[in-house]
């Protein structure tokens, strides 16, 4: 498990573990196991006695300590240290991150090891407890004697001109923007990754046409030169006091914050799913693992039916369900063996795309392909050893239906949304999104917060591309509000979506909000073209590593307003960093 991070010759940590990683687990050598995550804390999170009862079959001890996300206890780490006197080693511990393992294990030995000493060998595997510190001192005080009545030093937190929640392509490129723009800004990005991905490719990948060790690079090349990388998780906001909340407890100070932690795809929505994926002919290109598995098993089907669904909106790439279905078939075609395979698009919604223009062309290809289109039919569970899958259906007249289908391969896209600690954050809209303003991107109730990407509530396709168009957007404007400005770049809603409609071909749909066109290059949108498949394959990609990521704004400009002034009291952004400088100094 090439995620396991060793703290000391005892002591390991890593990432949610499920019941299934247990052998592998037991097979490295690891005698006891300790689970820091209380249950019930994400839907698709394994509950702790399935994994006790896989630790028992194989003979390892197991100890639940669990502990609340950003507010790690001092009862819980004296049970952590009980866990680990008690315990036979090699242990290896997990919680969603490791974070909060990690945290747990360094305030257990603050009463003998020095802070130094700890936070390095939380760095040296990959966690950042550099904002723990001041609370290892306290317990470092309070174990070398401190009186009970004694007033331990108030420890201030890290503070930075821009912080960012999210090392994707949103955060690292508006990252890359700012600095090319105020190389003398202290940036952050909190990211608790250790890999970076092109996503728009893996399409690609589950078609055949792309490799897939392409689209993974180390989280630490993609973070911009001169951005500090905290890796650490978030896990709430408070604005009133410009702090961010992470896993370990621990506090991060901003003047200015940029939301972009992605999205989160809800597998668990769909019943049974978790436990057929990657196996039963049930794949989809949204996860890194299981593209692959796409295009093995769109080579192996020579007859039977292939199933293509697609969830309500939003999700990222809106065209990513029908594009995996337009690839698989371009191979059966090719291949002869189409004639003898029913291929059928579940589609939640009504249209086949939603921008008109579009859709006859694309509807050319699903009548090439003898496709047929199923809407408002929702996939809601799978059963993968019977091959069946079941949809609600609704009628002209509103009325549901439950639909059972049999399927020889499905490739499903699961419902997303934000993530839980946006959703439940004072940032959210009734949606749960980041709510911002659609053309500045700033949030409608604090001036100094912004946010891009696929968890902004901006209305518009959640793509690689729109980020390419926003970054500059944010950083023009985050500059102006440090600067005491109103912003004045704006957003048009550009988003593209390379539709792959066979391999070699591409109909390049850009438009922003509302449907408007919004074409590049003086060519007619609607056609299929080898150019648009070249762009897609062999250019975006490097557009992507080499000049989204490194601040180089090529065709994404932003279009400036004329600076208006503005009473000081009008800038939001100004008061609330006064205040937390005045609340930090309590």
């Avoid at 006695?49 to 630790?55: P, R, S, V």
């Avoid at 305030?107 to 936070?119: F, G, Q, R």
């Avoid at 102006?480 to 004045?488: F, H, Q």
């Amino acid at each position: 498990m090439e995620s396991l991070k060793k703290l000391t010759p005892f002591l390991s940590v890593t990432p949610q573990i499920n019941a299934g990683d247990v052998g592998t687990l037991s097979a490295l050598g690891f005698r006891s196991i300790i689970n820091s995550r209380p249950d019930g804390e994400a839907p698709d999170q394994p509950p702790s006695a399935e994994i006790e009862a896989a630790a028992r079959r194989l003979g390892l001890a197991y100890r639940h300590v669990p502990a609340i996300s950003g507010n790690v206890s001092d009862e819980a780490v004296a049970d952590y240290a009980a866990a680990l006197a008690e315990l036979k080693g090699p242990v290896v511990s997990f919680c969603r991150t490791g974070t909060r393992s990690t945290t747990l294990w360094a305030l257990s030995e603050a009463h003998h090891l020095t802070p130094d000493a700890l936070i390095a060998a939380a760095a040296a595997a990959g966690y950042d407890l550099e904002n723990l510190r001041g609370r290892l001192e306290q317990r470092a005080a309070m174990s070398g004697g401190a009186a009970g009545g004694d007033v331990l030093p108030f420890t201030r937190a890290t503070s930075f001109d821009v912080l960012i929640i999210g090392g994707g392509a949103a955060g690292c490129s508006a990252a890359a923007s700012i600095r090319k723009r105020r190389p003398d800004l202290s940036i952050a990005i909190v990211e608790p990754s250790d890999k970076h991905y092109y996503q728009p490719a893996w399409t690609l990948v589950g078609g055949g046409a792309f490799d897939r060790a392409k689209t993974e690079r180390p989280m630490s090349g993609a973070i911009p030169k001169g951005v500090r990388w905290i890796r650490a998780a978030a896990a709430g906001f408070e604005p009133d006091r410009n702090l961010v909340v992470l896993e370990d407890g621990g506090r991060l100070a901003y003047r200015t914050l940029i939301v972009a932690p992605g999205l989160t795809l809800r597998w668990e929505a769909i019943e049974g799913l978790r436990e057929t994926l990657g196996k039963n002919g049930v794949t989809s290109n949204y996860l890194f693992d299981l593209a692959p598995y796409t295009w093995q098993l769109v080579q192996g089907l020579k007859k039977g039916k292939a199933l293509f669904t697609q969830p309500p909106m939003p999700i990222k790439c809106a065209g990513a369900p029908q594009k995996a279905m337009y690839l698989s078939c371009d191979h059966w075609h090719r291949t002869g063996v189409l004639k003898d395979i029913e291929v059928e698009l579940d589609n939640a919604g009504q249209v086949l795309f939603g921008v008109a223009t579009f859709v006859p062309p694309l509807m050319k290809y699903v009548e090439k392909y003898g496709a047929h289109l199923a809407f408002n039919s929702t996939l809601k569970a799978i059963d993968g050893e019977k091959r069946e899958a079941y949809f609600d259906v609704k009628a002209a007249d509103g009325t549901v239906s439950r639909v059972a289908k049999g399927f020889d391969m499905i490739h499903v896209v699961p419902p997303q949304t934000a993530p839980d600690f946006i959703r439940q954050s004072p940032f959210a809209d009734a949606a749960g999104w980041v709510d911002v303003d659609q053309e500045t991107l700033r949030h409608k109730r604090y001036g100094n917060v912004f946010s891009l990407g696929d968890a902004s509530s901006a209305p518009n396709a959640k793509t690689a591309a729109a980020v390419r168009k926003q970054a500059p957007v944010v950083a023009e404007n985050i500059i102006a509000v440090l600067d005491g400005k109103s912003p004045r770049a704006i957003y048009d809603g550009y988003g593209s979506c390379p539709l792959t409609v066979e391999k070699g071909k591409v109909v390049l749909a850009e438009f922003g909000y509302g449907g408007k066109l919004m074409p590049s290059f003086p060519l007619d949108p609607a056609v299929p073209r080898r150019l648009a498949w070249f762009l897609k394959v062999d250019l975006l990609p490097t557009l992507y590593w080499d000049l989204m990521l490194k601040g180089r704004e090529w065709l994404a400009a932003p279009k400036l307003l004329p600076h208006e002034p503005q009473p000081r009291e009008e800038n939001p952004s100004l008061d609330d960093c006064a205040k937390s400088k005045r609340l930090q100094g309590r």
